[in-house]
């Protein structure tokens, strides 16, 4: 389906009222600059920023890592992996799966 066909459909929702103006505003901006609605919502630039510390470091950086966007202190993240690996290694497993998909500063 092209551009022009899917404003079209748009259009059409919001005559007929099953779209608000606000709604028909963001559909609108996703189809026109699809890059750009993604970055705007603050959950997605926070997880995107998330990078594994080179400074704060035990093991990996992954614990100072999680300290610069959330503003906890490092220490307080090592704390709360230490304390999910006494219930069946979930922290463990988690803290593994960090230092391997979340990239290095």
Known sequence: M?????LGK?????????LTDDEYTRAKERLLHPGSAQGSD????????LRRSRSDRWIAGVCGGL???TGVES????L???MLLLFGGA???LYVLMWIFVPAE
């Open 2 to 6: 092209s551009l022009s066909d899917e």
């Open 10 to 18: 748009l259009s059409e929702l919001h005559q007929r009222g099953a």
């Open 42 to 49: 603050p959950y997605v630039k926070a997880v995107n920023a």
């Open 67 to 69: 300290a610069q966007p």
């Open 75 to 78: 220490w307080v993240w090592r």
């Open 80 to 82: 709360i992996f230490a």
């Open 91 to 93: 922290g463990l497993l």
